[in-house]
Structures are given as C-alpha cells and as structure tokens.
C-alpha cells in the first residue's frame, strides 16, 4: 500500500495512470484529481515552454517577412507560420474558449481566441479573395499576440508553482523503507506498510516515517521543516515524534501512533493544499467582474468598429483592427490574478512562519483583527510547569501529596499533570492506582485514590482559612506569581501545590510587534488573579481577566465585540476550544495531529507566540494587495479602453491600427505581470524577532 501525497489517503500501488514517476520515485494517487493537483503545475508549465518554443521563433520569422520582404510569396509563407501559431501554440485559448461557453462563463481566453482569430481569418480571407478585401494582412498581429500572452501565462504559471508548492515537497519528506521490529527480528518494509502499533527502528540520520513516541533510546531530532524549532530537539523514552522529521546521533525504537492520513505531516499538507486551493470572497468578487467584464469588453469592441466603420469612414480593415485591438488590450486575467496570485505567496509566506490558515475567509478575518485576547499558560508561558512548593497540613506527607495528585493526573496531558509526573519520577515514589477520574472545567480533577475522594484543583483563600499554615503558603505562592493547586482529600484542603511556568521566548517581541501594528492585547486565563497580573505586569499586559472559565472566556470575548472590535483568541486548542470557535479569528497554538481538531481558522505549527503578529500582518498585507491589485487593473482598463476604441486616432491618424493590436497584447502582458510582480512583493514581508522556518522550501 502507498500514501497518496496530495490527500494522505492509503491506496494500493498500482502502475496505471494514476501513478507518476520522477527522479527515481514513484507517487500514488486515489483519484485522478489528486495526480492533476500533484502534477498538472509541473505539465502545464512544460507544455507552455513547448508552445513558446513554436510560437517566438515563427512569429519573429512573419514580422521579418512581413515588414522586410512585403512579395505574395513572402505573404503565403507568413499564412502557413500563422496557421501553426494559430493552431497548435494558440490552442489552448480556443480550449479555453470551448469551456467558457460550455459553463456559460467568461473568461480571458475567449477575448484571446475571439481577437486573434478576427485578425487571422480576416488576413486570410484578404489573401484568397483579394478583389473583396483590401490586400492588408495581420499574420503578424495575430502570431506576435499568441506568442506574448503564452509568455505571460508562463510567467503566471511560474509564479504560482513557486508560491504553492509546499504540497509537493511535503509529500517528498517521508522515507521509502523502515525498519520495523516484530517478535524481537527486524525486517524492512515500505513505509506505506507500517501500521499504529508497529516497533519502528529508526537508525541516525533516517527519517521517520510515522508519528510516533519513543520506545527505547536517546537522540536529538530535527523538526525543522515541520515546526520551525531551529535547534534539534532532546528525544528520551515517552517522547512524541513526528513523520518526517530526521533523527540525530542516537538509535530509536519508535511505537507508530499515526500513520498515512493521521500524522501531522498529513495534515499540514491539507491546510496547505485548503490554503491554495480555497475561493476566498475576494476571489468571488473577482469572478463576479469578469463575467461582467468579459461580455462588456466584447460588446464595446463590436460598437467601436461599427462606429468607426459606419460614421468615422474607416474602410473594413481599420474596423476589424479596432474590434482586435479592444478585445486583446482588455485584461480580465489582471483581475483573475489579483485573488489567487496573492493568495498563494501570501499563504507560502505565512507557511514559512509556521502559520497555516484554515478555512476559505481565515485570511480575510485575520486582516481585520484589532484585539488580541490570549490564553497564558502554553501560549504567554512555555506551558511546561515545574511543582516548585508542596505544602502540608498534618494529615500527611510532602511526598504523599505529591504521589496522590500524580496518581489522580496519572491519565492526564495538560501542563500540570506532566509537571506532577516528572516530580514524582524525581522524587522515586510509588505512585497508586486512581480511579473514576473525571475532568471538571473550571473546578479541576475528581476520582477516587485508596478508596478516598480526591480532588485537585483551585481554591480560594476562605476555604483555607481554618488552615493557617496552608493559608499562608497558598498567598506566598501568589506574591510570587505562581500557579496554585489545592489537594483535597475527602472534601478537606490537605495540601497546597504550587507551579512555576515561565515566559515564553518571543513573547515580549511579539507583544512589541502588536501594539506597533495597532492591535490592543489581553489576557484571558482560568488562573489565579495574582498569578495573572503578575505575568500581565512582568508583559506590560494591561487588560487581565482571570479566574475565567470556558463559559466567561466566551463572555469576555463577547463584550469586546460589542464595543466594536473584531476579536483574535489564541489558545492551545483543547480547553480553549469554546474561545476558539466563537472569537472572530481562533488561533489555535500547538503541533500533531490535534491540530485536525483544533477550533481555529490559524493554527501555529510551533508553539511560538511571535507566530500571531506574523500571521496578522501577512494576512493584512495579502488582503491589501489583493485590492492594490484589483485598483491596477481598474486603472489599466480604464486608461487603455478608450485608446484601443480610437482616442489616439485624432492625434496619429486610423494608421495608428497598424501597430496598436501588438502594443495592446504587449500592455496587457505586462498588466498581468505586474500584479504578479505586486503579489510576490508579499515574500519581503518580514517580522523583527520571528525566524522564517523552511517549511514551504522544504527539500527531500
């Protein structure tokens, strides 16, 4: 069985045409609409160079032989080179053409096919019957116009391969063998064979082909390409890690816990592939002009030649070189350009900081974004806990309370069971059995210890007020910023547990970064109150809510948005889900494939606050030249149109046409080129303090 690298679906391997070889490898694809998303770039852009390679050279031979030999034979000539570049480099306009009256749509091929076309049979029909045409021929216009729109096209087609071909290169991380141990013997096996649960070997300098968690063995990964982490990452027994990542010094023993569809590879290239392939509202808009555009443009050529023909007393020749010189001057692909050109490097520049978005308006929401509300823990601070006090009553030990509340957060991942469960490994105690345990938001841990109902969660001041020496400790904890939990043990505060996280690196850069753009910061945590104005006063954070829980994170969010602002949450996915999906814009912090069930429409590959200022600014910046370059091409039409329907002529006299049709198709190349251009300015979009990581360069 193989992986299909464009959605991630396991499928027999099969060589037929829905497989694809390249550069000794051999790709797999379920349908053949995954093949042409995988493909068609690459093919499209080869057939371009092969019609340009026709096109240039005979259409440089015509204009020679029209303008430098001017005899029938030299005319004949010109005919059968036009007939080639008409019909073999020009097809794939009247393709295009066929499909737009087929949908009932409008589209720049039609203009194309249409306008060359009128110039061609005319010369041709002024070659075989010249008693009823005046004998002037256009085989150059025609050939010159083809072979300058294909070269734009192949610019364009450039253009987007470079911008979106995070997919592709995703789909070249995984390795084609691995080693898997079954019943104590190693064997290899293709990659595409490994199941959840198979004992992978991973050896130095390999790949992983699965996520997994470390089994045996101690090594530093690079997660680079996937996560951005510049530096290799320590892997020790109980350690997740992800497909495609590559192993340093050390040999792994790996359990598979996501293979094919379910690793995170996976799923980044899913979000990528949404990315480029998603219709944003801008893009309809777009869509929307060009079906008016397309109709107008012909209909004004049409009304333009007949005046001229009618009432300027230009004779046929000069009316059908109005009608071409319209119809190629007008750029509709300028405006067909504006959305996905932008779209693409804006998405691949955002990839580059870890920031994947989701969903077809996610771009459109972020740019509008002027308050930031944010989780702490994980997302301000690194998340990873350490116990740093233990308090007791009488009733028991330091390291009885310890192992108690280990043994009740035994099942759990949240920072403060992980911190739990490294103290108790460092501390060598025998950690009971829970049971019945069960999550609280807002309250904490319940379940049952040695027959005893134990909870671990928050608590307030009063509650220990008939327990001094808790009491106090429980404020000391407070002044020092501390996070603090309170063991119960049937209903009675035995014992106060205090947690130190610190600030995350970046933080303060990315705060700096969003107040220079605008956007007002707050906190929004289920923390104590001391604890998050400490942190709130340490980040210069002046809006603080604490002691929220999931219901009253929603209501914060709320109230900002009645006063008017569009509304970013940022959490880590899983007891911020609420926030997430109700904010205006959830941005969803963390990595592995509960990234696929995160509530937001931006997800951060690395845990790494400075990815929100980044994801805001190329979001706005994409947005504002997307209409930059709706603006180009207003402008462009509405300055060339009238001179293509004859504005020139008072000046330059009807011999103007001779030239116009070519300068038409040159200017309306270099419209289209400059909305490219315009677009791939996003890639210099940078961000002081966050470090661009090579994911959408990612090579094999």
């Not at 002027?370 to 009553?393: M, N, P, Q, S, Y």
């Not at 509340?405 to 469960?421: I, K, M, V």
């Not at 006063?537 to 006063?563: F, M, S, T, Y």
Request: glycine letters at 10%; aromatic letters at 6%.
């Amino acid at each position: 069985m193989a992986t299909d690298p464009v959605c991630g679906m396991t499928v027999e391997e099969r060589p037929t045409s829905l497989a694809l070889h390249r550069e000794n490898r051999t790709y797999y694809f379920c349908s053949e609409t995954c093949l042409r998303q995988f493909a068609e770039p690459e093919l499209a852009e080869r057939r371009l160079r092969r019609e340009i390679a026709v096109a240039w050279p005979l259409a440089v031979v015509v204009v020679v032989l029209t303008y430098g030999v001017r005899n029938e034979t030299a005319t004949v000539v010109s005919a059968a080179l036009a007939t080639v570049v008409q019909f073999y480099a020009g097809w794939p306009f009247y393709a295009g053409a066929r499909d737009a009256i087929v949908d009932r749509t409008w589209n720049m091929d039609l203009l194309i096919a249409v306008g060359t076309s009128t110039a061609y049979v005319y010369s041709v029909l002024a070659l075989a019957v010249p008693s009823h045409l005046p004998p002037e021929f256009y085989f150059d216009a025609s050939s010159v116009i083809i072979a300058l729109i294909l070269t734009g096209n192949y610019l364009e087609h450039r253009t987007r391969r470079d911008a979106g071909s995070a997919v592709r290169r995703l789909a070249e991380l995984l390795p084609q063998t691995v080693t898997v141990v079954r019943d104590g013997r190693e064997s290899e096996i293709p990659a595409a064979d490994v199941a959840v649960g198979d004992r992978l070997r991973v050896r130095p300098g390999a790949r992983f082909p699965a996520d997994g968690v470390v089994l045996a063995g101690k090594t530093r990964v690079d997660e680079a390409l996937l996560t951005g982490e510049s530096a290799p990452v320590p892997k020790q027994l109980g350690d997740r890690v992800l497909a495609g990542s590559v192993n340093g010094e050390g040999q792994l023993d790996v359990r598979a816990t996501g293979v094919g569809s379910d690793t995170f590879l996976a799923e980044v290239g899913r979000l990528l592939q949404d990315a480029e392939l998603s219709r944003v509202p801008l893009q309809r808009t777009a869509d929307r002009i060009a079906s008016v555009f397309v109709p107008a443009v012909l209909a004004l050529g049409v009304v333009a030649a007949l005046a001229w023909f009618l009432v300027g007393g230009a004779g046929p020749t000069v009316s059908v070189l109005v009608f071409v010189t319209v119809v190629i001057t007008a750029c509709p692909c300028a405006f067909g350009l504006a959305t996905p050109a932008a779209i693409l490097v804006g998405t691949g520049v955002a990839a580059e900081y870890g920031v994947l978005f989701r969903g077809e308006d996610a771009l459109e929401r972020a740019a509008r974004v002027t308050v930031v509300l944010t989780d702490k823990t994980g997302t301000l601070t690194r998340g990873e806990l350490e116990l740093a006090e233990v308090a007791v009553g009488p009733e028991l030990s330091g390291d009885r309370a310890v192992a108690i509340a280990a043994a009740l957060e035994r099942s759990l991942t949240d920072p403060y069971a992980r911190a739990l469960q490294r103290a108790a490994g460092l501390r060598r105690l025998s950690v009971p059995a829970a049971e019945n345990v069960t999550v609280e938001p807002g309250r904490g841990v319940l379940g049952t210890v040695a027959r005893a109902a134990v909870e671990v969660g928050r608590a307030s001041p009063r509650e220990l007020s008939r327990a001094p020496a808790l009491e106090k400790a429980f404020a000391e904890a407070l002044g020092r910023g501390d996070s603090v939990s309170v063991l119960r043990v049937s209903g009675a505060p035995v014992a106060v547990l205090s947690f130190r996280d610190e600030i995350a690196e970046g933080v303060p850069e990315a705060l700096a970064a969003l107040a220079r753009d605008g956007i007002r910061v707050g906190m929004v945590t289920g923390d104590h109150s001391a604890t998050a104005e400490r942190i709130g006063a340490r980040l210069g954070i002046r809006e603080v809510h604490a002691e929220v829980d999931p219901a009253g994170k929603l209501a914060v969010i709320d109230r900002a948005r009645a006063g008017g602002s569009v509304v970013a949450f940022v959490g880590d996915g899983i007891n911020d889900a609420p926030a997430l999906a109700g904010a205006d814009l959830g941005i969803a912090i963390g990595t592995g494939t509960a990234v696929a069930q995160d509530a937001g429409q931006v997800v951060l590959v690395r845990p790494d606050f400075r990815g929100v200022p980044a994801a805001l600014r190329v979001a706005r910046r994409t947005v504002a030249k997307v209409r930059g370059n709706f603006a180009w091409a207003i402008g462009y039409n509405a300055v060339l149109l009238p001179i293509a329907a004859g504005a020139l002529v008072p000046l330059f006299g009807l011999g103007v046409y001779s030239v116009l049709p070519i300068v038409g198709a040159a200017a309306m190349g270099l419209s289209s080129t400059s909305v490219v251009a315009n677009s791939l300015s996003l890639r210099r979009t940078a961000l002081p303090g966050a470090e661009r990581a090579p994911l959408s360069r990612a090579t094999s």
